[in-house]
T-cell receptor
Framework: AQSVTQLDSHVSVSEGTPVLLRCNYS??????LFWYVQHPNKGLQLLLK??????LVKGINGFEAEFKKSETSFHLTKPSAHMSDAAEYFC??????????FGRGTSLIVHP | DSGVTQTPKHLITATGQRVTLRCSPR?????VYWYQQSLDQGLQFLIQ???????AKGNILERFSAQQFPDLHSELNLSSLELGDSALYFC?????????????FGPGTRLTVL
């Protein structure tokens, strides 16, 4: 069985400050992990993915995430938030042919 | 633009009716996924097709059905619609059938049941 928990439903930051969106997962096997972003009234777009290569994964738009097996975490970070980063972010866990499990999402609010 | 197209963009209908949502995957992608997104349930996986065959089933109601055609486009049929079926329905595609592959999402169809 697999599950994913996004620890914050909302995160509020000021423009130019760091972003941290937290995700913990549970999987019986080594999972594949993804972060997707959804801007208002848009479909989801892949930010980055981890598939058992390097534990620090770099994605688009300056985002990165670190896979920590001991902590079963895959937190998403960005050094400096931009207004255009305001969106909904989804952490996803998947293994083999199991259907992907989506977190409930974290809404990132960026203040000027 | 992900390359995945969905029609219609918006759909307003009444309870008890039946609707069909259409999805065209990215060129060359063999796998199509359907998701339902609502405020109370979040993003729920409904069903996956791979090269015309059903591959995986999630939280899909018996009133809902889907199929993937030889040209790889897919349709999601929703019947005996209820108010609670109002949601955003997304289609996604990936190159292969394994779920560790990146999925490309369409813009969604917003269904409103009155």
């Amino acid at each position: 069985a697999q599950s994913v928990t996004q620890l914050d439903s909302h995160v509020s930051v000021s423009e130019g400050t760091p972003v941290l969106l937290r995700c913990n997962y549970s999987s019986s096997y080594s999972p594949s992990l993804f972060w997707y972003v959804q801007h208002p009234n848009k479909g989801l777009q892949l930010l980055l993915k981890y598939t058992s290569a390097a534990t620090l994964v770099k994605g688009i738009n300056g985002f990165e995430a670190e896979f920590k097996k001991s902590e079963t975490s895959f937190h998403l970070t960005k050094p400096s938030a931009h207004m255009s980063d305001a969106a909904e972010y989804f952490c996803v866990v998947s293994f083999g042919s199991y259907i992907p499990t989506f977190g409930r999402g974290t809404s990132l609010i960026v203040h000027p | 633009d992900s390359g995945v197209t969905q029609t219609p963009k918006h759909l307003i209908t009444a309870t008890g009716q039946r609707v069909t949502l259409r999805c065209s995957p990215r060129s060359g992608d063999l796998s199509v996924y359907w998701y339902q997104q609502s405020l109370d349930q979040g993003l729920q996986f409904l069903i996956q097709y791979y090269n015309g065959e059903e591959r995986a089933k999630g939280n899909i109601l018996e009133r809902f059905s889907a199929q993937q055609f030889p040209d790889l486009h897919s349709e999601l049929n929703l019947s005996s619609l209820e108010l609670g079926d109002s949601a955003l329905y997304f289609c996604a595609s990936s190159a292969l059938g394994e779920t560790y592959n990146e999925q490309f999402f369409g813009p969604g169809t917003r269904l409103t049941v009155l």
